[in-house]
């Protein structure tokens, strides 16, 4: 019998053939009924949460609804960066004219991300275990607190979240179907998602650099691709020409009665610099911050008025030119002039961002997974930095070890690149920012638990796969071309 000729990958073809390539065979038309099971069990669990969940407001809700209740466009919500807010998550507010409808609406597309999300993942592993203990696993990190508490609260946190699960999940949905649908609502989505927090555009620069990538390497997907790219080009332009305006509006709703990069550098100086005394000196002498005697004694005597801190600030015009200059990179230089005290400083406040279990005042949660399964999701924050290390050594020679490597290569570029840009925008947070580290930090909390669960997955994925490898007919979808696999 003459031998096969070998198989001649297609040099734009993804590294998984396209769903639509797969046959109908009843061990598949099975899987895709335990996913609906699974789907509607977590849109039953999370409607159960939502009916028991009150909205809740804070000071930071004003600034995105107005000064009354109700919607108020005019005031907060601006194209043109007049309003203090970017219109992200205005827009959605505008639509519905009481909070428990916004909440209902921040939640809703929460379940479309997290579902977008989990079928992107079930159409990319191969295993049937695999598959569904990424939908176990995804879906039980989206019943915990720290995921959905946002939701039912009136600030940015909960589409800033979403959006990017929803971008993510239906971007994935287009790399394996071609589906056209699929690109044109992960444009609008991640569109949307440019205008809901400025320390968005990192994540969003990553979904970027992923389509253009994408367009590279896979004819089918480049026109398509072209497209999604021109259109995020428009709304980074857009987001860039109204930073400026929308920083300076926000002054007129700020507690300090400054903009919100000032107000940012106030809480830094309250909360961080005044009270430590070997930052304090590092600033003054090294980075050549001047001295404010009305600033230090608010300081010294009272802690988290920024109202009061904001009037001594307006009384120190030297101090004030110093921060117009340095105040968005004194963070980098005061790590760069004492490495030694940023680290150890730095330390906790990272644990804080990324353990997520201090939610403060922010939303009533309601218990619905056992606490055990929650804090195995959320560990004690004095386990975070660990954990995270540990997990992510172990990923890395899981996915080495069974051969995720070469097999589940963009799975495992995915996972990485979650994590590393979880890990960056942290840190670059922690730089800019003080105080509510477990809020600031809550969309790179959540995003780097999930890019760690990828690389798990890609691990577990490929050694099932190349288990079961003597058995082809055990997988439900088609087995790839080595010479595109890599194998």
Request: proline residues 6%.
């Amino acid at each position: 019998m003459a031998a096969e000729p070998p198989v001649v990958a297609d040099p734009g073809a993804p590294e998984f053939p396209s769903v639509g390539d797969r046959r109908w065979s009843p061990v598949a038309h099975r899987l895709d009924l335990v996913l609906v099971g699974l789907v509607v069990a977590y849109v039953v669990a999370r409607s159960s949460v939502a009916l028991r969940v009150e909205p809740f407001r804070t000071y930071d809700s004003r600034s995105y609804l107005g000064l009354t209740d109700g919607p108020d466009p005019t005031v907060t919500l601006s194209f043109t960066g007049q309003a203090p807010r970017l219109w992200g998550a205005p827009l959605l507010y505008s639509l519905v004219g009481a909070d428990e409808g916004r909440a209902l609406l921040q939640a809703l597309v929460g379940m479309l991300g997290w579902t977008a999300l989990v079928v992107a993942l079930w159409i990319t592993l191969r295993s049937p275990v695999a598959r569904v203990l990424a939908a176990v696993v995804l879906f039980g990190l989206a019943l915990t607190p720290p995921a959905y508490v946002w939701d039912h609260t009136m600030i940015s946190e909960s589409l800033s979240i979403n959006l990017g699960l929803l971008t993510v999940g239906l971007g994935g949905i287009w790399w394996r179907t071609r589906s056209r649908v699929a690109a044109a609502a992960m444009t609008a989505t991640a569109f949307w998602w440019i205008f809901t927090r400025q320390d968005m555009l990192l994540f969003v620069g990553l979904v970027l650099v992923a389509v253009l990538v994408l367009a590279w390497r896979s004819r089918p997907h480049r026109r398509a691709a072209v497209a999604v790219v021109l259109v995020l080009g428009v709304g980074l332009a857009w987001a860039a020409a109204i930073a400026g305006p929308t920083d300076r509006t926000f002054a007129r709703w700020s507690a300090s009665g400054h903009s919100q990069t000032e107000e940012t550098f106030l809480y830094r100086l309250m909360i961080d610099v005044m009270d430590d005394r070997r930052m304090r000196e590092v600033y003054h002498e090294e980075l050549g911050m001047p001295g404010c005697r009305p600033l230090e004694k608010v300081t010294d005597s009272t802690s988290w008025n920024v109202r009061r801190v904001g009037h001594a600030y307006r009384a120190c015009p030297d101090l004030r030119a110093w921060a117009d200059e340095n105040k968005m990179t004194v963070g980098y230089r005061y790590a760069v002039a004492d490495p030694r005290h940023f680290a150890r400083t730095m330390e906790e406040k990272f644990a804080v961002a990324l353990g997520s279990r201090s939610l403060g005042t922010y939303g009533r949660p309601a218990a619905l997974l056992p606490a055990g399964v929650q804090a195995a999701y959320f560990p004690p924050e004095r386990l975070v930095l660990p954990l995270v290390a540990v997990t992510a050594v172990l990923a890395v020679l899981a996915g080495w070890a069974t051969g995720a490597v070469r097999r589940r290569r963009v799975l495992l570029v995915a996972g990485a690149v979650a994590v590393v840009g979880s890990l960056v925008s942290t840190l670059a947070g922690l730089m800019l920012s003080a105080g509510e580290f477990a809020r600031f930090g809550i969309q790179e909390s959540l995003y780097l638990r999930i890019g760690l669960l990828v690389l798990l997955l890609a691990a577990l994925d490929a050694a099932l796969d190349r288990r079961g490898r003597a058995g082809q007919g055990d997988a439900p979808g088609p087995r790839p071309s080595p010479a595109i696999d890599g194998e």
